[in-house]
C-alpha cells in the first residue's frame, strides 16, 4: 500500500493553494502543530508500559523531538494570519491499551511505524511543494528525525515480535487498519457535501422567491403608480 495519490496531490495542491493564500497555509500549519502534540500525548501513554530503562530513553527521545514539531510549526504559523482555527481533534483514547495483553505492544508499535512513514512522505511533499519560504525549513528539519522514527519503531516492534516476517505482518494490520479509519473519515466529509450543496440552493431559492414576493406586493399595491418622467421638450 502507497501514499503516493495523496503526496503527489500535494505537491501539485501546495504551491496553488498555500503559496498565494499565507491565511490557508497558517491553518494548516497550526493542525500539524496539534497533530504532533498529539503524537507525544500518545508516546506519554506507552512511556508509562514501558520497564526497561535503554528503551524508555528512546521512546522519551522520540517524545521530546514530536513536542519539539509541535513547538516549531507553532512557531512559523504565528508568523501568518491564519484563515480560520486548526480543525480540533476529535477526542482520542491512547492507542496503546493494556487490556490488548501481549498483542497491545506490537499493535502499537506497528501502528506507530505506519504513521510515522506517512508523516515522512508527507513532509517530503510539502517540503518540495512550498517553495522557498520559513516553513520549509520546518519540514525538512522534521523529516530528518521522522525518519529516525520510521527506523526505531521498526526496530523496537522486531525486537518484541522476533522475526521480521512476524513484524511485516503487523505492519500489514496496522496499515488496513489506518486505511479504513482513512476511508471512514473521507466518506464522513462525503455526506457533508450534499447537505452543504442542498442548504445553498435552499437559500437562494428563498432569496430568490422573497424578492419576487416583494415585487408582486409592489405591483398589487393600490396608489402605486409607476413614475414615469415627463417629456423633455
Ligand atoms: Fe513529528
Ligand atoms: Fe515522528
Known sequence: MTNWPRNLLTRVLVPLTWRPFSGRMASRLKYFSVMEA?????????LEQIDDPPTRALVLQH??????????????ASQYEASHPPKPLLHRDPILDPLKGEDAAPAFLAHAHVGEKDVFDQFNSYAAGIGDCPARSVFLEAKKDELGHVGLTHKLLLAIVGSPKEADRWIRRARLRRAWESWLRFSRRLGEIPMRVLLTVLYVLGLLGGAWACRQRLDEAPGFVEFESPALP
Open 38 to 46: 498529539d503524537s507525544a500525548w500518545q508516546l506519554l501513554h506507552a
Open 63 to 76: 517524545t521530546l523531538e514530536e513536542l519539539h514539531h509541535a513547538s516549531e510549526f507553532d512557531r512559523v
